[in-house]
């Protein structure tokens, strides 16, 4: 009866943690079909366009208000940089600028040790393109793996507290491909170790 109310506080902490979880997959999937719809309709835009030629002077009427400007993310080389490429890339369909440019101004944002990278990059292999800039920053600063990401994410498992654990299997999770909501709270719970994966499971 004891050993039942110890366990008490931590089931609670791992309801809230499987909750926050399938948040996260949710919020995770409608971004990614907010970013599908933006790409699909500046495609329908650019190919309507091209079709038909706008007066001079004319401004285009369904781009952002002028006085609306997105603060551009910033990176130091101290986390991981997916989360500012993937801001980048919003900031890239909102404000639609042009694959050529995007290096530039990716570039431009960079700050201290991670500036100091990208001075050498330039120096050695030139300017990249923004799909090899992304491997480049990718390579040089992503928390170190030591296996395949998905492997790595399966190979996660408790051994402190549960929101040290939660944190842990968040961080592996964007870099661990595509999986869908079973998968990801069967990961999760298996990671957890019994007995709190047995309870989880009962």
Known sequence: MGDNNDLKPTLDAL???????????????KALEANTQALAALASDRSSTSTSKEPAGNHHQDRPPKHWWP??????????????????????????????????????NLQDSAQLWYVHIQETEGTPTWEHFKELLNLRYRPPLRLVPLFELSSCRRTGTVEDYQDRFQALLPRAG?????????????????????QVQQ
């Not at 490429?85 to 995007?102: D, G, L, P, T, W």
């Open 15 to 29: 309801a809230k943690a499987l909750d926050a979880l399938q948040s996260s997959s949710q919020a995770t999937a």
């Open 71 to 108: 603060e551009f993310p910033r990176y130091d080389g101290k986390s991981d940089p997916l989360i500012f490429i993937n801001k980048c890339e919003s900031f890239f369909i909102q404000q639609r600028v042009m694959a050529a440019e995007r290096t530039w101004m990716a570039s431009y």
């Open 178 to 198: 595509r999986l869908d909501e079973d998968q990801r709270v069967q990961l999760f719970t298996g990671g957890l170790l019994p007995p709190l994966s047995l």
